[in-house]
């Protein structure tokens, strides 16, 4: 890089990077979408390369990529869900360790939870947005409940369902369904 040219130096590559990294600003300053902390975003995730895409749902642009996971292996996240109320979204991954949180207003993460191994694939949030229910679609079944304000799994269930896949709750908070991905 630069096509066909020299290449940069490293002052000139230190530059470009730095300038990436602090959000790419106009020569104002301005870093484009950073006056969307409080406006609605969506967010998707990359399973080939740990990334949560976060989208400006007006014009469809990408206005952000967030690394996630632990390590420098793939984890396969599967599955971003936003808190009801607003603050915080989640990410789970079907070959990670863990639960992360990050903040919707600046995207910094806000914490994580080791829920150990397993086939991570769904999550759930409480209405109240303290409480998770998380899916562990492996062929033996478990359902993790966990504690969002303190970030700690409360209880592990067996639930006899091959493969769950599929978590919801009911609007009273007091229901949870669970549908396997095999059977019916």
């Not at 399973?47 to 976060?54: A, F, N």
């Not at 400006?56 to 690394?67: E, H, K, N, Q, S």
């Not at 409480?131 to 067996?158: C, P, S």
């Amino acid at each position: 890089m630069p096509y066909n040219a020299a290449p940069l130096s490293e002052a000139e590559y230190i530059t470009l990077k730095t300038w990436i990294e602090t959000g790419a600003p106009d020569k104002n300053g301005f870093v484009k979408f950073s006056d969307y902390q409080t406006k609605s975003k969506l967010y998707i995730t990359n399973r080939g390369c740990d990334v949560v895409t976060i989208l400006d749902p007006v014009t469809g642009l990408a206005m952000r990529y967030i690394d996630i996971g632990i390590g420098p292996e793939i984890e396969a996240p599967c599955m971003v869900k936003v808190s009801p109320d607003k603050l915080y979204w989640y990410v789970i991954f079907n070959q990670g360790t863990t639960i992360q949180k990050f903040r919707t207003s600046d995207n910094t993460k806000a914490g994580e939870i080791n829920i150990g191994q397993g086939f991570w694939s769904s999550l759930v949030i409480t209405g109240d947005s303290k409480k998770a229910f998380i899916a562990d679609a492996d062929v033996n079944g478990r359902i993790l409940y966990a504690d969002l304000e303190n970030m700690q799994v409360v209880t592990n269930y067996q639930t006899g369902l091959r493969y769950p896949f599929g978590l919801c709750l009911n609007n009273a908070n007091n229901r949870l369904y669970a549908a396997p991905q095999e059977g019916n």
